[in-house]
């Protein structure tokens, strides 16, 4: 079965940081593309960034300078650098899989999901 395990969600004061991780298992990992995704409350799922198979990035403006995306194809896992967060970047935070690389990714991109990991930002 294809799974994506999110992980590294918390709660961090304002200015902090947090690395999420998301590992991949069930699939060729070298053969998606993967991104990540944040929903808050009462908003559209919204996406952050995406890297290819041969690491190729892009990152939303909102987050472009604080935020890195990375891959370790040995251990099968995605990473999101989270610095400098703001209470704005509260959220669940999403990591998805994709057939194909494709900037700005957005939700119908993605085939795989895995179950969301919460990040609050204090002020």
């Known amino acids: 079965d294809v799974q994506l395990q999110a992980s590294g969600g918390g709660l961090v004061q304002a200015g902090g940081s947090l690395r999420l991780s998301c590992i991949a298992s069930?699939?060729?990992?070298?053969?998606?593309?993967f991104g990540w995704f944040r929903q808050a409350p009462g908003k559209e799922r919204e996406g952050l960034s995406c890297?290819?198979?041969?690491?190729?990035?892009y990152y939303a403006d909102s987050v472009k300078g604080r935020f890195t995306m990375s891959s370790d194809a040995e251990k099968n896992t995605v990473y999101l650098q989270m610095n400098s967060l703001k209470p704005e970047d509260t959220a669940v935070y999403y990591c998805?899989?994709?057939?194909?690389?494709?900037?700005?990714?957005?939700?119908?991109?993605?085939?795989?999901w895995g179950q969301g990991t919460l990040v609050t930002v204090s002020s």
């Open positions: 998805a899989a994709s057939t194909y690389y494709t900037t700005p990714g957005v939700p119908h991109d993605y085939g795989y």
């Open positions: 069930g699939f060729t990992f070298d053969n998606y593309a």
């Open positions: 890297i290819s198979s041969d690491s190729a990035e």
